[in-house]
């Protein structure tokens, strides 16, 4: 997740959510998604009404190869972010085997830039 606000049409910022799982003895661990064939962030937009999917890759914030729990989507078009207001970010994962995990929900805040 982003640790600023960005802004309204901003290109390049990279979402990143994780997926926690839990080993045998309870402690809360990365769960590997390196085998998931669906790999998605979903982004809630500020009229709680609007989903939009975007395929992700897995984050260039973590190890990068996906066994460390973190998916990303980088932001490629001023239309990604198209509203200010606060956010609500996810991501889900499918595995070949038909398990669907759903990662951390987050919020984001997009603002509006004083530059135009």
Known sequence: MASFNPKV???????????PTCD??????PLDVSTATTIEI?????DQLTIVTF??????CGV???TD????????SATDLDVAG???????????DSRVFRGDAKTMIVEIS???
């Open 9 to 19: 049409g901003d290109i390049g910022v990279e979402i990143v959510v994780n997926f």
């Open 24 to 29: 045998c003895d309870g402690k809360i661990i």
């Open 42 to 46: 979903c982004l809630r937009k500020p």
């Open 55 to 60: 395929t992700a890759v897995f984050s260039t």
């Open 64 to 66: 990068g190869d996906g």
């Open 69 to 76: 729990g973190s998916i990303s989507y980088t932001t490629v």
């Open 86 to 96: 606060t956010w609500a970010v996810s991501g889900k994962v499918i595995f070949p």
């Open 114 to 116: 004083v530059c135009p």
